[in-house]
């Protein structure tokens, strides 16, 4: 999918393709569940919660994202269901498109959207 973020600290709005889930990561192995979307209530399901409780990798992407060091940038290791009550897994996300877009947020290929005429 992809991702509105900066990749400095107050730098403009970049639209990002965001790459697919380290192996070992809770991403892929939600992402290998073959279900575009789904949430998890730990607290009411032990199986979910069990299946779950090893030690993995976690990705967090914020304003911030910096695929090009993506593992020492966004992943740290965790166990989910000591640190959330439930999880949403989408599997698929769209970025979420600013109203004011800068040069940076269209990607690769896209035309803006005033083309053929500009602003």
Do not use: C
């Amino acid at each position: 999918g992809t991702v509105t973020a900066a990749t400095d600290w107050d730098g403009p709005a970049e639209k990002k393709i965001v790459r697919p889930g380290l192996r070992g990561s809770y991403e892929e192995l939600l992402h290998d569940t073959g279900e575009p979307a789904f949430y998890l209530l730990f607290r009411d399901d032990p199986i979910a919660s069990e299946e779950l409780s090893d030690t993995r990798l976690e990705r967090a992407i914020g304003v911030i994202y910096r695929p090009e060091t993506e593992r020492m940038s966004h992943y740290f290791h965790a166990v989910m269901p000591e640190q959330f009550d439930a999880v949403i897994h989408i599997d698929e996300t769209n970025a979420v498109e600013p109203m004011e877009r800068e040069a940076m947020w269209h990607g690769p290929g896209e035309a803006d959207e005033t083309f053929p005429f500009g602003e």
